[in-house]
């Protein structure tokens, strides 16, 4: 089975431009991540859908960061504009539809940003 | 809040055992995780817990208390390539979704 796929996997931007990430999970996974892993620390959540709705955007800087799964498949994550602390791996992750297993997350390779 | 603190890191040589403890408080609690994660690679998912005790795996085991909101990793025989770092995540109850609360992680450095 595919795994969930990335891209682009680099990503070097100046600040205060623009950038969008793409995600495309694992197929019948209706639960989609994106998580923001800064260097040295562990992921942590952005944005969860559920097919093509948000479950939680709670940590989600919204003023600059925006994301959508408007076919609940594939997904884009922008910022705009970009600052200096964003620079950090933005993981995705797909998980199959209820609990079972304990809702395994299997993570993408990730797009590693740097934003100088 | 949410907190989770594991080592930063540990230090092994190959094939002993390591133990790589997580210890949790969160808004309630609905599993326990442990990721491994090379560098520059995506977390991959090692184990679950969810109920007290211990789930065996291969070389590696993990534990849980969920009264002392605890829990350890342990890997045996250890090999080159269990160099890396281990993640440990919960999954709050707190929450809308299902996402994991992760710690800073503990890299573990395997030598001959």
């Known amino acids: 089975e595919a795994g969930v796929a990335q891209s682009p996997r680099y990503k070097i931007i100046e600040k205060r431009q623009s950038v969008a990430f793409w995600c495309n999970p694992i197929?019948?996974?209706?639960?989609l991540y994106w998580y923001q892993q800064i260097l040295g620390q562990g992921p942590k959540l952005l944005i969860q859908?559920?097919?093509?709705?948000?479950?939680?955007d709670s940590q989600l800087p919204k003023d600059r960061f925006s994301a959508e799964r408007l076919k609940g498949v594939d997904s884009t994550l922008k910022i705009q504009p970009a600052k200096l602390e964003d620079s950090a791996v933005y993981l995705c992750?797909?998980?199959?539809?209820?609990?079972?297993?304990?809702?395994?997350?299997?993570f993408g390779p990730g797009t590693r940003l740097t934003v100088t | 809040g949410q907190n989770i603190d594991q080592p930063t890191e540990m230090t092994a040589t190959e094939g002993a055992i390591v133990q790589i403890n997580c210890t949790y408080q969160?808004?309630?609690?609905?599993?326990l995780f442990w990721y491994q994660q090379h560098a520059g690679e995506a977390p991959t998912f090692l184990s679950y817990?969810?109920?007290?005790g211990l789930e065996e795996k291969g070389r590696f085991s993990s534990f849980l208390s969920r009264s002392k909101g605890y829990s350890y990793l342990l890997l045996k025989e250890l090999q080159m390539k269990d160099s890396a770092s281990y993640l440990c995540?919960?999954?709050?109850?707190?929450?809308?979704?299902?996402?994991?609360?992760f710690g800073k992680g503990t890299t573990l450095s395997v030598s001959s």
């Open positions: 992750a797909s998980s199959p539809p209820g609990l079972a297993g304990g809702g395994e997350q299997y």
């Open positions: 197929s019948g996974h209706a639960t």
């Open positions: 859908f559920q097919n093509n709705g948000v479950v939680d």
């Open positions: 969160t808004s309630g609690f609905n599993g």
């Open positions: 817990n969810v109920l007290d």
């Open positions: 995540a919960v999954r709050p109850t707190n929450q809308a979704g299902t996402a994991l609360i």
